[in-house]
C-alpha cells in the first residue's frame, strides 16, 4: 500500500502566546483531491504554510512526498506546485515574461498546457502583471503552479478571487489533471459548493485539530438531520455525544447529530418509532452545523 503524500501527526503551532494548531492529525493518500475547510482562524492557512516549508512546527512530525517540508530536497520541491491565498507576482514584468521565467527554474514545463490555459482564460500575454484584476493574476499564479505538472498541488483559497465561470474552468483543469496524472490536490476553500464539486475527501478543522478526516460520502453519511415530530420533549434531554444542535420548533424538535455507527438514529428510531424523520445534508449546512 502507497504511503500517504502528507502525513501530519499531533502538529502543534503556536505563534506567541495564541495556539493556531493543537495536535492536529490526518493523512492525505496519493491520487486524491482532498478539500480543507474550517471558519477564519480555524488554523487552514497556518497548516498549508507548514505543509509547503514556509513555517516549522513547534510540535509533532510532518512528512510531504516523504521530506520534511522545512528542508525539501531541490527534487522535492519540483514535484509540487504553490499557490498561496495572496500571490505576490512581478508588477514590472508582463504575463509571458514571467511565465518563461518561472519556467527556467523547472527541469520541465509544459508549454503547450501554459499556452492553453493562457488562451482558455482570456489572459493577454502582453499585458503586465501590475495592471492585472486580482483575478487575472489568480489566473497567472495557478498557471505557475500547473505548468510543470507537479504531483502534489496545495492550494490556499485558490478561487477566491475567480469568477463562477473561471471557477468552473479551473476546477475542471484540476479532475483532468487527476484523471490524467494521478496528481494529488489539497486546497481550503470557503466555497463549499466548488469542493463538493471535486473533492473526494475532506477534513473539518475546529480550534486547531481534525473534527472530521476523511471521504466526502462517509462524511454526509455521519450528519444527518432528525425531525422528532409530535413529542413534547425538552432540548436538555439530548445533550449528549453526537449531538451537534437541539433546536425546539412548533411541531416537535430539530436535532443535527454526528452520529459515525449510527447509533444515535436507532436509539431515537427505537425511543420514538414512526416520529423519526431523517434528513441529508448538503456540505455547506454540515460545515455550519459541526463549526458551532
Not at 3 to 9: D, H, L
Not at 190 to 210: F, K, M
Request: aromatic share 8%; glycine share 8%.
Amino acid at each position: 500500500m502507497n504511503a500517504p503524500v502528507i502525513e501530519c501527526r499531533d502538529v502543534k503551532k503556536a505563534f506567541g502566546k495564541k495556539e493556531i494548531l493543537n495536535g492536529l492529525s490526518l493523512d492525505i493518500p496519493r491520487g486524491s483531491v482532498f478539500g480543507l475547510l474550517g471558519k477564519n482562524g480555524a488554523g487552514k492557512t497556518t497548516l498549508i504554510k507548514l505543509l509547503v516549508g514556509l513555517l516549522k512546527p513547534d510540535a509533532g512530525t510532518l512528512s510531504v512526498l516523504g521530506e520534511a517540508p522545512w528542508s525539501f530536497s531541490d527534487e522535492a520541491k519540483e514535484r509540487f506546485g504553490y499557490v498561496p491565498q495572496r500571490e505576490k507576482l512581478y508588477p514590472w514584468l508582463t504575463v509571458r515574461q514571467l511565465i518563461d521565467y518561472a519556467g527556467s527554474f523547472y527541469r520541465y514545463w509544459n508549454t503547450g498546457l501554459v499556452d492553453e490555459l493562457v488562451r482558455q482564460w482570456r489572459l493577454n500575454d502582453h499585458e503586465k502583471i501590475g495592471v492585472l484584476s486580482e483575478g487575472e493574476a489568480q489566473k497567472v499564479a495557478i498557471i505557475l503552479a500547473l505548468a510543470h505538472e507537479p504531483e502534489l498541488l496545495i492550494l490556499d483559497e485558490p478561487v477566491a478571487s475567480l469568477d463562477p465561470l473561471a471557477r468552473r474552468e479551473f476546477l475542471k483543469t484540476i479532475l483532468h489533471s487527476v484523471a490524467d496524472r494521478q496528481c494529488t490536490v489539497f486546497f481550503s476553500t470557503h466555497i463549499t459548493s466548488d469542493l463538493e464539486r471535486v473533492a473526494d475527501r475532506v477534513a473539518l478543522i475546529n480550534d486547531g485539530a481534525v473534527a472530521f478526516c476523511g471521504e466526502l460520502d462517509e462524511l454526509k453519511d455521519q450528519v444527518k438531520r432528525i425531525r422528532l415530530l409530535g413529542h413534547k420533549i425538552s432540548p436538555e434531554q439530548f445533550q449528549m455525544d453526537g449531538v451537534l444542535a437541539c433546536e425546539e420548533t412548533q411541531g416537535g424538535l430539530v436535532l443535527t447529530v454526528h452520529d459515525r455507527r449510527g447509533e444515535v438514529i436507532r436509539s431515537l428510531h427505537d425511543r420514538f418509532g414512526q416520529g423519526v424523520q431523517v434528513e441529508n445534508l448538503n456540505l455547506e449546512e454540515i460545515f455550519l452545523e459541526m463549526s458551532r
